[in-house]
């Protein structure tokens, strides 16, 4: 009977681990296999670290443009990430107050991350574009005399577009973690706070901030996740020079020549790893604040 | 108890809201503009024509109705089949304690955060040797990994607060195996699972790499059309695919919004 009970668990997940070490555990191990330069479509079986090495060691234009990619990942990712963080913290501070999110707001919040990225984007575009809606009023109230004339903010250099597309589409996912976090916590805290004589900085900071952190931050590094890995917002709101490395990933892989694969799949790989690396981090850090 | 505030407070934050709001409508409407238009050129603020021709006949184009259904089939399907295979998973975590508990659910998390591109990549290959490219069950199992772990996910965190209580009672009182489950158990948990559905379906509906990498241009779904509308420039065209493809899934939001507001704050897992 003990035995049976502590087998139950393992055969109501067996499923799941099933399918997810198939899928998942296969994907790893021919990614990693083809990154190593083991392309058996091509009749290739040797295990070298050539691909690593053109992509990371330059000075050549595959390193020079790999590097710069990863600088404009990390930038784009981590500004759009820290951006969307602060911003979910004003809205569920500021928007609800001492009351709670009505049922009204929380379903457009909803409504709003029922919108596919690949459409926010599209919608950005026909907004914010130099011919867009935004620079016709711009136009119209006489500040611009040309579309020229209006700031680029999509398809710009410093990926300034991208960033306003992840800062107004995840502060809305942001923002209903910290809701559910606020929802169960017991109101209170920030009663007896006051009470105390703490001004509403002091609220915030000492009680509210401490209360919300692990989930904020448990949420940041899936959205950092999620913009580091992406490809669809840069497509639409990208240039093509610097472009992200994913795009430069695909690129590779989807070449005619066969052998660049190599290079895709390391540069697929060496992203999985910035991504474990900054989650394990940002673990390790809550973790320890936590204590 | 009332604290005094200062006047300013309330209409500052009735704007600050009314601006949130309008931030979170106004792309849509956006969208809703250029699809109606005939013609709309700079520097008009408002178009010169609007016509309902171009919305008609994109709705009845054999190609993109054809890429709905298809859209619409792939999601359905991964999020029936990720939610049988994560009921039993989560009911595991949610509601017992074993050795290498925390394993599995770092196990889980991994695949949330790995880019799609590595993973599309890699199964690739895979897929191409066993003949699941470019079939619709290769899309649908290919969708999946990003799936099944947020599904698992939120309905750990339901039977995390699952009360096993109500279930000794109906033991007790003599109800057997599928009694329970249809009389207690599923009455119980049924916003949760309705919610992990609704979060299954919309991962899966976004889907666009992982399509294009398995479904190798022969499974067509939507976004892949819209990509290629966008290569096209046609701002009419785009805003009114794009009005297609954001459709369903605010239908669907619309329609389970009264277990999102009840059960969807504690569940908030995924992003689509």
């Avoid at chain 1, 909803?110 to 935004?134: C, D, E, K, T, Y």
């Avoid at chain 2, 969208?31 to 603020?45: E, I, K, V």
């Avoid at chain 2, 074993?98 to 998390?109: D, E, I, T």
């Avoid at chain 2, 591109?117 to 990994?145: D, Q, Y």
Wanted: hydrophobic fraction near 55%; include cysteine; proline fraction near 6%.
């Amino acid at each position: 009977m003990r035995l049976r009970e502590r087998f139950i668990p393992w055969l109501l997940l067996a499923p799941a681990l099933a399918v997810l070490a198939v899928l998942f555990g296969t994907s790893i191990v021919y990614g990693v296999a083809q990154s190593l330069g083991y392309l058996t479509f091509i009749g290739q079986r040797t295990l070298t670290f050539a691909a690593y090495e053109r992509i990371l060691i330059g000075p050549s234009p595959i390193a020079t443009e790999f590097w710069s990619s990863l600088g404009f990942s990390l930038w784009v990712s981590a500004a759009s990430t820290l951006l969307a963080a602060a911003g979910a913290l004003g809205v569920a501070v500021v928007a609800t107050g001492r009351r709670e999110a009505g049922p009204t707001g929380i379903f457009l919040l909803h409504l709003n991350l029922a919108v596919p990225h690949l459409v926010w984007a599209i919608a950005l575009s026909l907004f914010l574009a130099q011919s867009g809606l935004l620079a016709r009023i711009a136009a119209a109230l006489g500040w611009i005399a040309t579309p020229a004339d209006f700031p680029v903010l999509v398809r710009d250099r410093y990926g300034v577009g991208i960033i306003l597309d992840y800062v107004t589409k995840e502060i809305p996912f942001l923002t209903l973690i910290l809701l559910a976090i606020l929802r169960s916590q017991p109101r209170t805290y920030n009663v007896i706070a006051e009470n105390l004589g703490a001004t509403a900085w002091q609220r915030l900071r000492y009680v509210t901030f401490p209360l919300v952190r692990p989930g904020l931050l448990a949420g940041s590094l899936l959205v950092f996740a999620f913009i580091f890995g992406a490809y669809e917002v840069p497509a639409i709101l990208g240039v093509r020079f610097p472009r992200t490395v994913a795009a430069l990933a695909l690129d590779f892989f989807l070449n005619p020549d066969l052998q660049q694969r190599a290079e895709g799949m390391a540069i697929s790989v060496i992203m999985a790893m910035v991504v474990v690396v900054v989650a394990v981090g940002g673990y390790w850090l809550n973790e320890r604040q936590t204590r | 108890m009332n604290v005094k505030r200062a006047n300013w407070v309330v209409p500052v934050r009735v704007a600050f809201v009314a601006g949130l709001y309008g931030l979170l409508l106004l792309p849509i409407g956006i969208l809703f503009l250029h699809a109606f238009t005939a013609r709309w050129f700079y520097p008009q603020l408002v178009p010169q024509e609007w016509s309902f021709d171009p919305f008609w006949r994109q709705l009845t184009l054999p190609g993109n109705q054809e890429a709905l259904i298809t859209s619409i089939q792939v999601a359905v399907a991964t999020s029936l089949v990720s939610l049988c295979i994560a009921y039993p998973a989560a009911r595991a975590l949610g509601t017992r304690a074993f050795a290498g508990r925390n394993w599995v659910s770092l196990l889980f998390f991994i695949p949330t955060v790995v880019p799609p591109v590595a993973m599309g990549m890699g199964l690739n290959i895979l897929f191409l040797r066993v003949g699941l490219a470019s079939t619709f069950l290769g899309v649908v199992l290919v969708h999946l990994v990003p799936v099944l772990p947020y599904t698992i996910f939120t309905l750990t965190s339901l039977f995390a607060r699952y009360e096993l209580q109500y279930e000794y009672q109906a033991v007790v009182l003599g109800a057997g195996r599928w009694q329970i489950f249809w009389m207690v158990t599923l009455p119980l948990v049924l916003p949760g699972v309705v919610v992990a559905t609704l979060f299954a379906f919309l991962v899966s509906w976004s889907q666009y790499l992982l399509t294009l990498f398995i479904g190798g241009g022969r499974v067509l779904t939507l976004p892949m059309l819209l990509f290629s509308a966008v290569s096209g420039g046609n701002p009419t065209t785009i805003a009114i695919l794009s009005l297609m493809f954001m459709g369903p899934p605010l239908v669907v939001i619309a329609a389970t919004a009264r277990y999102l507001t009840a059960e969807g704050g504690q569940a908030q897992r995924s992003q689509y």
